[in-house]
């Protein structure tokens, strides 16, 4: 089993940054890669990104992945010696909020954007981005 832990999330003005922490622990083959999520109120869950958190035969640790669409704007970054991946926003905007889950145990060779590859989730932490 894996378990996941956000915290960070919290209300901003528009123009402002956020640091979310997603902390996992358990079996450290599922949370080989970990993958963060947004969801808006009513609509689905869309990839953020993700990243690689050991060294493997198909990984390289550290090794990141964020949408064409947010990439001149977020970061994912980790601290491997607390188990901890970050989701570090920046420039948000109202459009940014909504609740953020970050993900493990990824399974087969689907996109890492899409949730259908995830099967374990954390609560999520709430991020109010005001104009």
């Known amino acids: 089993q894996v378990q996941l832990l956000e915290s960070g999330g919290g209300s901003v003005q528009a123009g402002g940054s956020l640091k979310l922490s997603c902390e996992h622990s358990?079996?450290?083959?599922?949370?080989?890669?970990i993958g963060w999520f947004h969801q808006a109120p009513g609509q689905e869950r869309n990839g953020i990104g993700g990243i690689s958190t050991v060294q493997g035969l198909s990984t390289v640790k550290g090794l990141t992945r964020v949408a064409d669409s947010l990439r001149d704007r977020f970061i994912i970054n980790q601290d491997s010696a607390k188990n901890t991946v970050y989701l570090v926003m920046h420039n948000l905007k109202p459009e940014d909020s909504g609740m953020y889950v970050c993900?493990?145990?990824?399974?087969?060779?689907?996109?890492?954007?899409?949730?259908?590859?995830?099967?374990?989730w954390g609560q999520g932490t709430q991020v109010t981005v005001s104009s």
């Open positions: 358990g079996d450290i083959e599922r949370r080989r890669f």
């Open positions: 993900a493990a145990d990824f399974r087969g060779t689907g996109s890492i954007l899409s949730p259908l590859g995830f099967h374990t």
